[in-house]
């Protein structure tokens, strides 16, 4: 019997990820996310054209580095339990984030890029290429091998992707929204301000992290037509559908 992919599973196990292995995933983003607030906050209202640029580096190498611990962790997971500590997790993706990064600012520009061609071009590549983060974690490819795999990954998937993105991308607005108005709060006290940004982003930057990276297992698993784990051991190898 053909697997298909599931919208409803998929955000159902990102949702149990994250309730049984917050201790994890919250301390780590508090932290990274905590530096990127406080540059931030130093370039806020300043005229420093470096530290504001320094503020846009860090935040998008926290968040690509965050993306990729996050497959670490789903990915040990995969036996029912973990195994690697936050150190691990962290050796396992430090050699990786530059090509992580490099993958992420080239989606970036292709997504945004594409919205600006009456929005439908940006969703079809936000679908194709939405496992590219875990392809270069689990596979090791390269940036440009990395989005090539991504829509093969997809193909055939590409309804159920699609959702499974945009659905995330809307819980994560809709969180947001309690916390912004915190944030408004306070605007007036910096230390505060600094403290209520990292935690909106602690709080919110795991559950698309989780989503792609199960979104990865689960299309591997499709394609593959075997278990996962003996998957990555082997040597990895258009339209939505």
């Known amino acids: ?43 806020r209202g300043g005229e420093d054209l470096a530290l504001g640029s320094l503020s846009v580096v860090l935040s998008l190498a926290v968040t690509t580095l965050y993306g990729g611990i996050v497959v670490g962790l789903v990915r040990d997971l995969r036996d029912g339990r973990r195994d690697s500590s936050v150190g691990d997790l962290f050796r396992m993706v430090m050699p990786l984030l530059l090509p992580l990064l490099g993958a992420g600012i080239l989606a970036g520009f292709g997504v945004f890029f594409g919205f600006l061609l009456l929005v439908i071009p940006g969703l079809y590549f936000l679908t194709i290429w939405a496992v590219v983060a875990p392809v270069i974690v689990v596979e090791r490819q390269g940036v440009f091998e990395a989005f090539g795999r991504s829509r093969a990954l997809v193909r055939g998937s590409g309804w159920p992707v699609f959702w499974s993105v945009v659905l995330a991308f809307l819980i994560v607005v809709v969180a947001s929204f309690g916390l912004a108005a915190i944030a408004i709060s306070v605007a007036d006290e910096p230390l505060l301000l600094i403290v209520v940004e990292a935690l909106a982003s602690t709080f919110t930057a795991p559950f698309p992290a989780l989503v792609a990276a199960i979104l990865y297992f689960r299309l591997l698993e499709i394609k593959d037509a075997q278990p996962v784990e003996a998957s990555v051991l082997q040597q990895p190898g258009d339209s939505l559908s």
Do not use: H
């Open 1 to 43: 019997m053909e697997r298909k992919l599931s919208v409803g599973e998929t955000l159902g196990e990102a949702f149990r990820i994250y309730r049984d292995q917050a201790g994890v995933l919250l301390p780590i983003a508090f932290w990274l996310f905590l530096a990127v607030a406080i540059v931030t906050e130093l370039a």
